[in-house]
């Protein structure tokens, strides 16, 4: 079944490509036999297919940079060796960071940036960092009142949300954070509106405590809201644990996730920490169908524990 959906896929079949991308998300590994027919057939996108990919199929990724044959597929091919996250993959990406393969010149970033794509990044002490948890958990939306006399947005002036209310006192929200390093209670502020705008940050501490950061710029292309508008009054609180971590989903209802991998609309977009310039830590995803009938996009939570900045930005199609 899964070599017939490959050849549709190579002939562009998108339902065929829908099915092999769900068979990712539910256990990458059993894509894994199938990877070498992948790329016989130049089947190189999405590069979440590679996600599980072993050692043979990785070289084989890399010696076809290395030829530079297919310049023009050098964004799927160091697409597929992010995603893989392989020992073997990390050391070529290191490699060409300053020995470019041909047709680096027509990428917009350098090989290694390609790691975000794939959840992680080599950090200024020249250490891999993972900037994605293994386990995660299903959020469910439980109705909140809206508070009276909370903080408003300089900006816009609307009640700012409360988008998440977490404590590493509960396991498995601790577990859900061990990659981040956090512990104590995590609030995370944010302006519902503007954070589609740009990325917000606030100041957090174990405490609980969370504090627009004043040093947001706000972007020119930022419109002026006629009125406040209030926020969700809606707070994701633990539901089930999930399988693995790739069952995020920022598109349909349901897929509000704390930790794992994000669901990304558009390319990767980990924020980077004001305090230090390092990408920050994923916390987890609310996709904007569980807040509003008619929500679309998704808001994506980001934590940097040693300089206690939160991140809230937003993507949509
Ligand atoms: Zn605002
Ligand atoms: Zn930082």
Redesign the pocket.
Known sequence: MIEELIRRTAAEDDDAIEELCEIADADPRRLAPYQGLMLDLDVLWPAKLYRAAGADVVRRVIERIDDGRTPDRLNHLLLILAHCAHPLAESAMRRWSTQPPVGADELHVGALSYALEGGWTIGPDDSRRDLCGDTAHRWVMRETPRRADGPTCPWCASPLWVAVDLDTAEPAIEAALTHAAWSGRLVIETCHFCACYTTLYSRVTPSGSATWWAGNTRPSYLPDAAEPEDPPALLPVLGPALPNPYQASAWNRGGSTLGGRPDWIQDAEHAD??????P?DYVGLIGGADLDDFGEGAYYLHL?Q??G?AAVNYQQS
């Open positions: 920490c004001p305090g230090c310039g390092q920050m940097h040693p300089c900045f």
